[in-house]
């Protein structure tokens, strides 16, 4: 770095903390803030030409329909020749599954339309006039061309699909068996997941703990497990747990399945209540733990919020009535969500935040912006991971970016405290290299808009469900353990303002500035409890990693996993459960 750069830093290190803080941060973030609202008052963003992405950016609803409808139509014009010998015209059987798609009778997953028997069985029937005496090889010729959601669910690859051992030898850290599952959401979508755990530390069926780690926002899985020296995966599985790693479809080992409509709404409605489900079939009835950081914390407790609501959904004061028929369409039915709860034995967020604050911090500004630029440059994504690719990997910027990750001038540097890494100056490149990854418009335009109206978190369909105030509506027997921290823009203690409309009867809060402080915490082997730690010196990833993380997080994590799993027990052991 030239010696101009140098010594202005310099000089920047040594003013007073505030100072600093207000010439770097404060009085820039203001100004971003500002020159946004001023530009759009002036030029229509992103969110306004529809949600959530133009239709001149992407196809159209109608659009997939049509395409969707046109493959169907055609299959089914195939299967009517060869069963009865009939000629319905193709035109006739797309325009009927057109109006029927319109009609909310029949449901677009993804770009197809995938029947069942029931809606099968009355398109014959009552619109394509086929005789019942037909019925029968129609359904099975159908099931043959797998058109049918019985048929993808009942003839769908084994359970695992790839599996590998990483032993000792190689990684120099212990012996673990990664196993690869897949199944399918109910909307027809694959999804993929793994299964990590110690060979020597588990035996099928038995009473340990299930947890499930759900990454951030533009995060994958191996947030969770980067390396032999920084995975939390590995450090629940030497402690004996079953450890599942969660990734959103279009990163990780889903990467390839992008979605460009999917929202934060489709994983918390679809694809990780499909991985929690899993393992509870799978696993003959063991219920999970579920942990997630930043936006994962949000997923796993509006998932559990959303079963919730179902129950009492009717009786609910605070929805109008045009809300609740709307929810009604989209969460599971009551028995399902009653289900769905007792698969759940409690939750732990990683600054996850209930709000944001658009002017604490430089970030919150900037980003709004991808609301001008990406109708300007006609983005598909949120470019993230080329963005930090750019900064990280050509030479000089690497360098450039590796020194201002290792400092915190006029506190911009909200992923790490540099404090918490003194013995690793590479750790924040190497997490951004590994774990970040681009994601749909949607989903960024959903952070977005929680950013700029500074409300809570609000769902993107006709529900407008504001998550953050409905909280009382979460189930008072899952505990819930959220982490604060005093120096994450993110995840403020402000954030706890929520925690007194919880219905749990046992809360308390705990302020934790070292691992000395953990003596006087005391986790209940009580369901109804909430807990808020606020961590000292954390910035947003070291939750996860660093000095912080290793004396005071990570140690907390475990006492409360051992504490919420208590002595659950098999009333019956299965034979076969994995």
């Known amino acids: ?30 100004i971003v803030n500002s020159s946004y609202n001023m530009y759009s008052n002036l030029q229509k963003g992103q969110l306004s030409m529809g949600l959530p992405v133009s239709s001149k950016l992407l196809d159209t609803h109608q659009q997939l329909q049509n395409r969707a ?44 339309i995938i029947l069942n028997r029931e809606e099968l069985t009355h398109l014959l029937l009552t619109h394509f006039k086929i005789k019942e005496m037909y019925l029968e090889s129609v359904l099975t010729e159908a099931s043959r061309r797998m058109i049918l959601r019985e048929t993808l669910q009942g003839k769908q690859p084994p359970a695992y699909f790839e599996s590998k051992i990483d032993e000792k030898e190689a990684n120099g850290r212990g012996d673990y068996e990664i196993v690869y599952y897949r199944d399918y959401t109910d909307e027809g979508k694959e999804i993929g997941f793994q299964r990590l755990v110690g060979i020597e530390s588990v035996t099928t069926a038995d009473n340990r703990p299930s947890v499930v780690l759900v990454p951030g926002f533009a995060n994958n899985s191996r947030c969770y497990n980067l390396s032999n020296r920084y995975s939390i995966a590995k450090d629940l599985a030497d402690m004996g747990y079953w450890t599942y790693l969660f990734d959103p479809r279009g990163v990780g080992i889903n990467e390839g399945k992008f979605d460009p409509y999917y929202t934060i709404d489709t994983l918390i409605d679809h694809d990780l209540p499909t991985v929690v489900k899993f393992i509870h079939k799978r696993s003959k009835g063991k219920p999970s733990i579920l942990m997630g950081h930043s936006m994962g914390g949000i997923i796993s407790e509006n998932m559990v919020l959303n079963w919730s609501l179902r129950k009492k959904l009717h009786d609910n004061k605070s929805l109008d009535e045009a809300s609740k028929k709307q929810l009604d369409k989209i969460l599971p039915n009551e028995e399902e969500a009653e289900s769905n709860l007792s698969m759940v034995k409690g939750i732990i967020t990683l600054g996850s935040p209930k709000f944001f604050k658009k002017n604490s911090h430089l970030v919150f500004p900037s980003g709004l912006w991808l609301n001008h630029i990406a109708r300007m440059l006609r983005l598909r994504y949120v470019p993230i991971q080329e963005v930090f690719w750019l900064i990280t990997q050509p030479p000089i910027l690497k360098q450039i970016n590796r020194f201002l990750l290792n400092h915190n001038f006029g506190d911009l540097n909200f992923l790490v405290n540099p404090a918490n890494h003194e013995d690793d100056k590479d750790f924040a490149q190497q997490y951004l290299a590994r774990a970040m990854e681009s994601v749909p418009l949607g989903m960024g335009f959903q952070i977005l808009k929680a950013i700029y109206n500074g409300e809570g978190f609000k769902r993107m369909d006709a529900t407008r469900l504001n998550y953050s105030k409905h909280v009382e509506s979460f189930p008072a027997d899952i505990p819930v353990f959220h982490f604060w921290s005093t120096s994450d823009p993110v995840s403020t203690p402000k954030n706890i303002k929520y925690s007194r409309h919880y219905p749990h009867r046992y809360k308390r809060v705990y302020r934790i500035e070292t691992a000395n402080d953990l003596k006087k915490v005391e986790i209940l082997p009580e369901k109804s409890q909430l807990i808020d730690f606020i961590v000292a010196d954390t910035k947003h990833v070291d939750f996860l990693y660093g000095k912080m993380a290793e004396e005071v997080i990570q140690p907390l994590i475990i006492r409360i996993i051992n504490q919420v799993w208590g002595e659950w027990a098999y009333e019956k052991k299965p034979a076969d459960a994995a």
């Open 69 to 112: 409808a046109a493959k169907l139509a055609l299959t089914l014009y195939h299967i009517f020749i060869k069963t009865t010998d009939k000629r319905i015209p193709r035109k006739m059987i797309k325009h009927i599954l057109l109006e029927e798609l319109l009609r909310h009778r029949l449901v677009l997953s993804e770009n197809v």
């Open 1 to 30: 770095m030239k010696k101009k750069n140098k010594k202005f830093l310099k000089k920047i290190s040594s003013l007073p903390k505030k100072a600093a803080q207000g010439i770097l941060n404060d009085i820039p973030t203001r």
